[in-house]
T-cell receptor, first 114, second 114 residues
Framework: DQQVKQNSPSLSVQEGRISILNCDYT??????FLWYKKYPAEGPTFLISISSIKDKNEDGRFTVFLNKSAKHLSLHIVPSQPGDSAVYFCAASVVWGDAGQFYFGTGTSLTVIP | KAGVTQTPRYLIKTRGQQVTLSCSPI?????VSWYQQTPGQGLQFLFE???????NKGNFPGRFSGRQFSNSRSEMNVSTLELGDSALYLCASSYAGSSGNTIYFGEGSWLTVV
């Protein structure tokens, strides 16, 4: 049972444009969300997180939006750069729930075209 | 400070053998969790340890086990290896016990079972 879903396996964007990666979840108890970026042959690298008490969090070129009523979050990258080409995973957890367990989506492969 | 360190990075085993993977968390981190990544499956939670105690376990067979030492280092073991166990095994660490803390991943151990 996939509680976190990334329905777009891949996305291509021109350099300088906005990249929007989407993530949906089914468990209404989730209250902490993260995005990770993964290059081949490396472990995932933490990008940005958001708590359910907020609907937006921004860090440089990266902004995460959370729509709790729709159980949807998105990651915006502006402007996109070729170095952003990687697989992006969203993850969710219940802060005071199952200890240390994060639920991950299957990833979206982003290609930024120079 | 040093990140999460996993050893070995790559290994090849034969069906029926067992394997032990090691993880050293970021200094000061007491929670260590393990994930399995296979193509198209995202990251699947294996288990989490905090202060040498397994607090949570994912939906994997008993052939998958782990432990944590007093210095927070962790090992995971897979016995009676099957071809389907071929995957990237990722270790992640975080400072505290709740799932509201960001987890940081190591580079992973690539296991190939032949």
């Amino acid at each position: 049972d996939q509680q976190v879903k990334q329905n777009s396996p891949s996305l291509s964007v021109q350099e300088g444009r906005i990249s929007i990666l989407n993530c949906d979840y089914t468990n209404s108890m989730f209250d902490y969300f993260l995005w990770y970026k993964k290059y081949p042959a490396e472990g995932p690298t933490f990008l940005i997180s958001i708590s359910s008490i907020k609907d937006k969090n921004e860090d440089g070129r990266f902004t995460v939006f959370l729509n709790k009523s729709a159980k949807h979050l998105s990651l915006h990258i502006v402007p996109s750069q070729p170095g952003d080409s990687a697989v992006y995973f969203c993850a969710a957890s219940v802060v005071w729930g199952d200890a240390g367990q994060f639920y991950f989506g299957t990833g979206t492969s982003l290609t930024v075209i120079p | 400070k040093a990140g999460v360190t996993q050893t070995p990075r790559y290994l090849i085993k034969t069906r029926g053998q067992q394997v032990t993977l090691s993880c050293s968390p970021i200094s000061g981190h007491r929670s260590v969790s393990w994930y399995q990544q296979t193509p198209g499956q995202g990251l699947q939670f294996l288990f989490e340890y905090f202060s040498e105690t397994q607090r949570n376990k994912g939906n994997f067979p008993g052939r998958f086990s782990g432990r944590q030492f007093s210095n927070s280092r962790s090992e995971m073991n897979v016995s009676t290896l099957e071809l389907g166990d071929s995957a990237l095994y990722l270790c992640a660490s975080s400072y505290a016990g709740s799932s509201g803390n960001t987890i940081y991943f190591g580079e992973g151990s690539w296991l190939t079972v032949v």
